[in-house]
């Protein structure tokens, strides 16, 4: 497609549910990475993937968060079990590749609102 | 470690103004830098980025930013703010090389807002 695209954009989930967001990347972007942004604290890394595969999940908060990517396509990040202190915007972003290419800066999706009651 | 400061949370100058945003950074080696912009309920949009080569670096909406690397800064500037610049900005780093390559590293941000 033409730019990244996130879905819903807006979730609103009672605490102890499960949610996935969805991530539809720039076509031909093989580099698709996960950030959450909580009020006052910036963006902060989740995971990177390069095709399907994760090489770098060390953002990933606890076990609850898990993420996939299929067709070196679409990811979904799946939260479960939510909690309050889940709530935040969730943003994709893809790039051509890691590496040399990468650095010409991602393209960043409008994020999903999560809040958690 | 790698890590990203941007010392100002909020920032409100007047129309017409001059702007000037800081972010300092922390890495072990010459780093990849840029700033991107987010307006209320949109994504990031990239404004400039330094790579290698002259410290001065333009980028879009008549945005541009020094790398000093004396400093460990990358401050953005803008001669005179228009009330469309009023969003949240964000200085982000990157390593050239190494387990982390490829995960930008974000400040907190610094919301600017615009006086008529």
């Known amino acids: 497609g033409a730019g990244v695209s996130q879905s819903p954009s807006n979730k609103v989930t009672e605490k102890g549910k499960d949610v996935e967001l969805r991530c539809d990347p720039i076509s031909g972007h093989t580099a698709l990475y996960w950030y959450r942004q909580s009020l006052g604290q910036g963006l902060e890394f989740l995971i990177y993937f390069q095709g399907n595969s994760a090489p770098d999940k060390s953002g990933l908060p606890s076990d609850r968060f898990s993420a996939e990517r299929t067709g070196g396509s679409v990811s979904t990040l799946t939260i479960q079990r939510t909690q309050q202190e889940d709530s935040a915007v969730y943003l994709c972003a893809s790039s051509l590749a890691r590496g040399q290419g990468a650095w010409y800066g991602y393209t960043f999706g409008s994020g999903t609102r999560l809040t958690v009651v | 470690a790698q890590s990203v400061t941007q010392p100002d949370i909020h920032i409100t100058v007047s129309e017409g103004a001059s702007l000037e945003l800081r972010c300092n950074y922390s890495?072990?080696?010459?780093?990849?830098l840029f700033w991107y912009v987010q307006s209320p309920g949109q994504g990031l949009q990239l404004l400039l980025k330094y790579f290698s080569g002259d410290t001065l670096v333009q980028g879009i909406k008549g945005f541009e930013a020094e790398f000093k690397r004396s400093q460990s800064s990358f401050n953005l500037r803008k001669p005179s703010v228009h009330w469309s610049d009023a969003a949240e900005y964000f200085c982000?780093?990157?390593?050239?090389?190494?387990?982390?390559?490829?995960?930008?590293?974000f400040g907190k941000g610094t919301k600017l807002s615009v006086k008529p």
């Open positions: 890495y072990g080696a010459t780093p990849y």
């Open positions: 982000a780093v990157g390593g050239r090389v190494g387990g982390s390559q490829g995960n930008l590293i």
